[in-house]
């Protein structure tokens, strides 16, 4: 199990995993952790979310925050993309 893994500064790693660098340890305790804490797991996604028009070049979002198992959301990503005003196709 993860959690006797990383007791005692992962001692059971040395002993039963026989892994005597402790470059290599300290990586996977600390993978080990951010396993068990589900840091890396995929969040929600945010609800409520609201658009407001500022200007010709300006728009304010707002939304509910995302949910992890076990860790924050800290960032999120707000991508960008060009959509035509009108379909050209529909006036031939």
């Keep these: 199990d993860f959690p ?3 007791e005692n500064d ?3 790693i ?3 995993l026989h892994i005597e660098r402790a470059s290599f340890r300290k990586k996977l305790v600390r993978h080990i952790h951010a396993r068990m804490l589900g840091i890396g ?3 929600s996604s945010p609800t409520a979310i609201k658009h ?3 200007s010709c070049s ?3 979002f707002s939304w509910d925050k995302s949910t992890s198992e076990g860790f924050p ?3 999120y990503r707000v991508q960008r993309r060009a959509v035509p005003l009108y379909d050209a196709a529909a006036k031939k």
């Design 4 to 6: 006797e893994l990383v």
């Design 10 to 12: 992962g001692e059971a």
């Design 14 to 16: 040395i002993t039963e």
């Design 41 to 43: 797991s995929v969040p």
């Design 52 to 54: 407001t028009l500022e």
């Design 58 to 60: 300006t728009v304010s």
């Design 73 to 75: 959301v800290h960032s």
